[in-house]
């Protein structure tokens, strides 16, 4: 079971409150996470990466271990600790100021 | 006794205003979609229970959300359908792609950009959600990088019409300081096959043929800040308004300049006549007096607020040129906020309302056609838009 933390307004918009937990077959990376929490939770798609191109939208970070895995590849494997479900998968809104 | 709901988009939610036809006492509900920008909220003139919003942001991008109880309830088209061979892709409510292919598409690769080079078409957001007349489940949308689109299934996917893009000028529209938006969408009682969008900065355009075709609508225009200011396009249209009832005939806020056509948009004059000044975003068409219009003039393009800190409406009652100025209930002295260029409507009671909010968060009405003014609400976010629904 894969352990995922949203950002608070992304929680809003798939209602749901606390962590997402999600089976993913096959080796666990970004893409299978995501491909996996997009199909659960529709209304997420194209809020964290782009519909076509499926690249990381610039204000959303990826974390997990205590390291930024952002500019790791998609489809390399995520730590074992998160394919084991004793660490979360963290999608994080960057701090990034604004209005 | 008629009823009135007035949907505000803000920098950081939306809210639902409602009033009985005295509209003296309002109940206000919100912030919907908190922390959000709602570019825009529109309710369905066939099922006004049906509404649209458009809610951006700059992390997590576009969302359409869309209510059938008059704003009570919410929901992502789309969003809790679970995927399945064959279905409806789920999901999709928020995805809006440029049309490139070979049928119907004729793909434009770039646009002008700031320094004059050229840029790729991008998608950003949704500025304006236009609902069909006749139908609650179509919707146009008018989005940044312009280009227009329409969806027929209660807003679950999205298709361009992209004639409009393809009509050739595309090389030549360039953003306006707020982006390249298409921020205008009239739809024709009369004429089911005519549409007139407008954007910033390329200009107006119509259709006649549902949107399969496009011509720039923009002689008679005169902008002395580009090259060259009788352009066909590049002119920066800040809102257009028309009355229902006259297909011709359109008005047009541009950066400088309040114009007016009465053969759509083949030939425009300007009507500023004896404004203090010309520059503005809003303008809007009486309910009942089709050559009734409004304005807010602004100081200037540098300096987006009201002239001497007085915030003054000016009413035409003759299509144009001779103005007055609209006060009674309005701040007259240190007032410096903007009015955006969706941010004023009117309703339909027999008294005609008119409404309009300001980036200093206060939303004002005049029930008697804009000779008296109060604020409904005084402290919301900066306000990005504002509808007004005339309900039984």
Redesign the interface.
Known sequence: MIRIVL?Q??RT?ARVEGEVKLEVTGVVTQRSVLDAL???????????RD??TLKR?P??RFFACEEDLSLESPDSPLPDAVATGAEPFLVV??I?G?? | MSKVRVLVGT?KGAFILTSDGKREQWEVSGPHFA??EIYHMKGSPADPNRLYASQT???????IQCSSDGGKTWE?P??????APGEMP??????F?YDTTAETGKPLTTHMWYDDTQHPWEFKRVWHLEPSLTDPDTVYAGVEDAAIFRTTDGAQTWHELAGLRGHGTGPKWQPGAGGMGLHTILLDPSDPDRIYIAISAAGAFRTDDGGKTWKPINRGLKSSYIPDPNAEVGHCVHHMAKHPSRTNVLFMQKHWDVMRTDDAGEQWQEVSGNLPTDFGFVIDVHAHEPETIYVVPIKSDSEHFPLEGKLRVYRSRTGGNEWEALTKGLPQHDCYVNVLRDAMAVDQLDSCGVYFGTTGGQVYVSPDAGDNWAPIVHDLPAVLSVEVQTLP
């Open positions: 950002p307004h992304l918009l997009e199909a659960r939770y529709p209304m997420l798609c194209g809020t964290i519909h076509v939208r204000f959303i809104g960057a990034a604004g209005a | 920098h922390g959000w942001s700059g992390w997590f991008g576009q969302i992502t789309g969003g809790e359908k679970m995927p789920a999901g999709a409510s928020n995805k792609v």
